[in-house]
């Protein structure tokens, strides 16, 4: 009896490790965003915040199905990054990166590129802002992944080009 109350601990010990590590249910449960694009502060300007789009790309898929569009938008002080129509499968741990490549088709030009890492992803379907740093050379980083920290994955990429 004793032995079998170990094996059952030890396999409980092991299910609850698993859910924790892989956390299968995220897969299941969509998390909707619908963020505006960011106002220009009330002090500016007359027009002188207009959003310049810089650069763009669609996303296409890899590990998971991505869709949706990336752009790059300049408002004199600051860059966004904005998310449209945007459509991928939710995961652990998953982030926005940009990538010092002209794209990334798979997990090892992510792993091998410079990225900067722009937070998690706030949700897997809609539209959503992300700050871009100042220092980031847009010449260089020219790629939008999704990527999943915890199992070193592409969920889906957006070579980005500059606007027309």
């Known amino acids: 009896m004793n032995k079998k109350l170990w094996i059952l601990v030890g396999l409980a010990v092991v299910l609850l490790a698993g859910w924790a590590l892989f956390r299968p249910e995220l897969l299941l449960v969509n998390r909707t965003v619908s963020e505006n694009f960011p106002a220009a502060p009330r002090s500016a300007a007359a027009g002188s ?3 310049r789009q810089l ?4 996303f296409k898929g890899y590990a998971h199905e991505t869709e949706g569009t990336a752009a790059i938008y300049g408002m004199d002080s600051k860059r966004i990054l904005r998310l449209t129509n945007f459509r991928t499968s939710n995961g652990p741990d998953v982030h926005v990166y940009l990538v010092a490549a002209p794209d990334a088709k798979d997990d090892a030009t ?3 590129a410079a990225f900067v890492d722009l937070g998690s992803l706030k949700g897997n379907i809609g539209d959503q802002n992300y ?3 100042d220092t980031v050379d ?3 980083y020219r790629a939008v992944t999704i990527w999943c920290r915890r199992f070193s994955v592409n969920f889906g990429t957006a070579p980005l080009a500059p606007a027309d």
Request: hydrophobic share 25%; glycine share 12%.
């Open 138 to 140: 847009l010449g260089k």
């Open 110 to 112: 992510v792993k091998n």
């Open 49 to 51: 915040q207009t959003p």
């Open 131 to 133: 700050d871009v740093p």
């Open 55 to 58: 650069l763009s790309g669609q």
